[in-house]
């Protein structure tokens, strides 16, 4: 038996597609939007209203490196909240505060500028949790009007538009095995 070539794609996913490979409400998928022959899975999830940066692979180990706690692989978002936040909040956020599933770790959060009342910030965390940043935003009462992931372990959309895909570099893929603490590639 020939060992299957592994993937490795990058997608930036637009909003009002589902993170998964098939939907039961008919909505479009992330695979969908990827020509590619291979079965390959999406490696963590953006939510529906969410887009940005989507890794998708067919190398179980690699996607478990990327999602599993212990490794802490980074992801920043950026996020226009309807109104500035008062400082005391972000500072008890950065911290870390508990939502219903527990305490979150200790984030950063950096104000952007301003968009008329609207705010935009920067959220860098090293924890993926259902939800997080909208559930973070949301513990003190503020609304997320637009959210985006800009970066997942060192990889960005580049100059990809949403919708658009790539596959990743052999370079890109060794910086991103070398941030987790595994450089070398399985044969």
């Known amino acids: ?16 597609t589902v993170t998964t490979l ?3 409400k008919g909505r479009t998928n992330v695979r969908e ?3 590619l022959p291979e079965r390959i899975f ?4 953006l939510d529906y209203k969410t887009s940005g940066v989507l890794l998708l692979t067919n190398d179980g180990e690699l996607s478990q490196l990327l999602t599993h706690p212990r490794y802490g692989v980074r992801k920043v978002y950026e996020v226009v909240v309807q109104r500035r936040m008062q400082e005391e909040h972000i500072e008890r956020l950065q911290k870390g505060v508990v939502l219903e599933d527990g305490r979150t770790q200790p984030c950063r959060i950096e104000y952007l500028r301003s968009q008329g009342v ?7 965390v090293k924890e993926g949790r259902n939800r997080l940043i909208r559930r973070l935003i949301e513990h003190f009462g503020y ?8 970066e997942f372990g060192g990889m960005t959309t580049g100059n990809l538009k949403p919708g658009q895909w790539r596959i990743v570099s052999k370079p890109e893929l060794e ?3 070398a941030r987790i603490g595994k450089p070398t590639a399985r044969k």
């Open 1 to 16: 038996m020939v060992a299957q070539a592994f993937v490795y794609v990058l997608l930036h996913k637009p909003t009002e």
């Open 22 to 24: 098939s939907d039961e």
């Open 33 to 35: 939007l990827i020509d």
């Open 42 to 45: 999406p490696i963590g999830r």
């Open 118 to 124: 609207k705010a935009i910030y920067r959220i860098t």
């Open 143 to 150: 609304n997320v009007r637009q959210l985006s992931r800009v």
């Open 175 to 177: 910086k991103l095995r």
